[in-house]
Structures are given as structure tokens and as C-alpha cells.
């Protein structure tokens, strides 16, 4: 039996992808042996996580050769510029405010606050991106958050004003143990926020490619909620993002605690924030995401879209067109993986990530080639990997488009463009 990761219940798979390699497995020599592990997703009916089934040590995921660089892409870098504005925001009327950051990755965010020399800690445990986070003038504890941690920063630093993380919450399998350290670390009027791939989007789009060794957890407000609640603390607010393909950003407070200064206004901007919250735990709810009705069509969708795609990529191909991949992401590894397209039809990937040039896509072994080359060979086809970066990589390729260059898409549906 599968039980739930948080409240132990009984689950029921919603979709199994058999086997796969690490979404950010890029390898060296394409010989050489690869680990591989069962990749399903599963629904709880009592507290309505979607979750792992099984998960991968996340020693074998977050080490020193981390491959995701968070500052690839120029939305993502003002997108985290403006978390960091909001928090400068919120903090005007703080005296000496502690922020906390888990998973800071290169300091993407964290380094506006450092430049304004507020006191904060970020937390990484991949070293390798710690290491740039610490260039950029960020502080950085290179570990796993857990209560143990936090109660090591109480002691040398004391409590958060604010706790925050982006794409690193549905990364953490002890989730509990997070939120269990998030109470020791954050002060009684603090707040914690962090966003993550959302799945209303997910089921929405049948975008299953976010589904991947990285991320044990795929949040809705109905399942942060329950979470939340399991630990004294309760959701306040949501925030739907644009970003990897439609976040959502969840604000936490303590129950006991008061509403934040910052959060009040002279006209309650609480009030307004309740009218989001409720928002959106309606059109949950009206999606069915409370129950596995909602998820039973996800499977026929997500096959339909592989068989498809494969059509439209096998027809190129035997027209004699080149087709190329943009954008090594770590999503794309479900994608390839689990349609099984391979060198046959993708000629190499594009990635202006320096590490991921020369290597080999997990699984299939695509070879990942720098985007010089692909500005070079003007290939005919191009298939979106990186979707989720589309209004920034349409805007760069306007003239790739001009000159006949065309994109493959395929969420919600297989088309060009
Ligand atoms: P992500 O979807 O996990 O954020 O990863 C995006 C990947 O796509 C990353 O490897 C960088 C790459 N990329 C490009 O190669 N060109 C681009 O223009 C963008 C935005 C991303
Ligand atoms: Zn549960």
C-alpha cells in the first residue's frame, strides 16, 4: 500500500511513468551506466497532496555538480528581483528584519537583499550553487532545512521576520519536518511564503513533464492548507505566478500570531487578500482537486499528447526536415523519456547553460549542444523543451521565426507556431 508522505493515508496512482533517469541526470559519456527508478504520482484523499510515489535520495539530486542555475533565464531574473522588492517593501517598518531564504540556489534573489545590507541566511545544499550564491555577496549555510537546522540558526542568528523559497518546497520529501522547523525559526508576526509549480496548471495544461524525480510534491491552497493547519500555522493568502509554466505563491502566518504590520492597510488590504484565497479554493474545488475525479482523465490526456507529438515529429522527419530541441530543462526528461523520442528524431538540444554543453540528455542521450550552434544551423524545427520560457524565447527568436524557423508546442495540445 501507498501511504500518503504527510498524513499517512492510503493513496491511489494517478498516472505511473515507468522507469526514468534524474531529470538533471546529464551525463558525460553516454556508456556509462545510468541510475534510473519508478516514477509514478499519487493522490491522497485525505489531505490532498499529489506526491511520489517513491522518491530518489536527495543526496543523488542536490550535490556539487547541481545543474540548474536559476539565473539561465532573464524572466526569472526579475521575476526574483520583485520577490525581492516585496520583501523590502514589506519590511520598511522592521528594526534590523532577519529573512531566510531555503533553496537560494546562485543568490538570484537573495543578493538584492544582501546589497541592501539587510541581514539574511540562505539555504543550499547543492554546493556548487551555493558557491556562486556566496559570489554574489549572499550568505549561505550549504545544507538540508530541517527543525535541527532551525533551531541552530535561532540560536546563533534568532528568529525570521521573513521565511521564504521558490521551487524548493515540493522538493523536500519531509516536508513535515520543514514546517515543524518553519515554527521554531519564525517570529510570532513573521510570514512565510513560497511558490511552486501549481497543480491546477498542471492538470489544466496535462503539463505532466513538471512531474519529475525533483518534485515529491505538487501543491494546491486546498493541500498547503491541510499542511499548514498539521502545523499551527494557516494560509492567508495565494498569489497565481506566470513562471515555470503557472505557479502559485502561498503566504503562511502563525495562528496565534497577529495580522503582520505590513500586511494591514488603512482600507485592509486583508480583506482583499481573503477574496484571492477564497478565489482560488473555489476554482480548486471546482476542478475536483479535493478528489481523485479530479485527476482520472490526466492519464488519456498526457497519452494523447505523446502519441501525437510523436506523429507530428516522425512526419517532419520523414520529410527530410531537421529537428531540434530548445532547452535542455529538467522537465523535458519526463517528456523524452516517457514518449520515447530519441536521437532518431531530435538532432541535439540547445542550452546556453555552460555545464550542460557537450553532455547527453538523461535517458535518451541527446547530445545538448550551446545555442551559438543552434544560431548557426537554423534548423528547420524546433521543439519547445523550455515551454515554460516562451514569452522570453519568442520575443529573443523573432527572427528565427522570420527567416521560416518554426516551433513545435504541446500543451495543452501538439501544435506549431
Ligand atoms: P527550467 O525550465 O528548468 O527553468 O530550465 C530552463 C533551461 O532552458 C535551462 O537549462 C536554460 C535553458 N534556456 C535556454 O537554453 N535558452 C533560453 O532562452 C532560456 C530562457 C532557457
Ligand atoms: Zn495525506
Redesign the pocket.
Known sequence: MNKCKICGQATTIIINFGKMPLANGFISNPNSKEFFYNLSLAFCPMCFMVQLKKTVKPEKMFHKEYQ?ISS?????VSHFKEIAEEIINRLKNKKNPFIVELGCNDGIMLKHIAFRKINHLGIEPSQNVAQLAKRNGVQVLSKFFNEQVAKDIVEKKGTADIICGANVFCHIEDINSVFRGINILLKQDGILFFEEPYIYDIIKKSSFDQVYDEHVYYFSGLSINNLARRHGLQLVDMKHQEV?GGSMRYYIQKIAGTCPQSLRSKRCRRGKQKIELKKWLNKEKQMKLDKIEGYLDFKNKVNKICKDLKTLLSTIKQKGYRIVG??????STTLLNYAKIGRDLIDYI????PT?IGKFSPGMHIPIKS?KQFIKDQPAYALLL?W??KK??FA?EGNYRKKGGTFITYFPKVKTE
Open positions: 540548474f539561465t533565464s532573464q524572466i526569472m515555470h530548445y532547452g535542455a530543462t529538467s522537465k540547445s542550452d546556453n547553460t550542460k545555442y523550455a515554460n520560457h522570453e524565447i529573443k
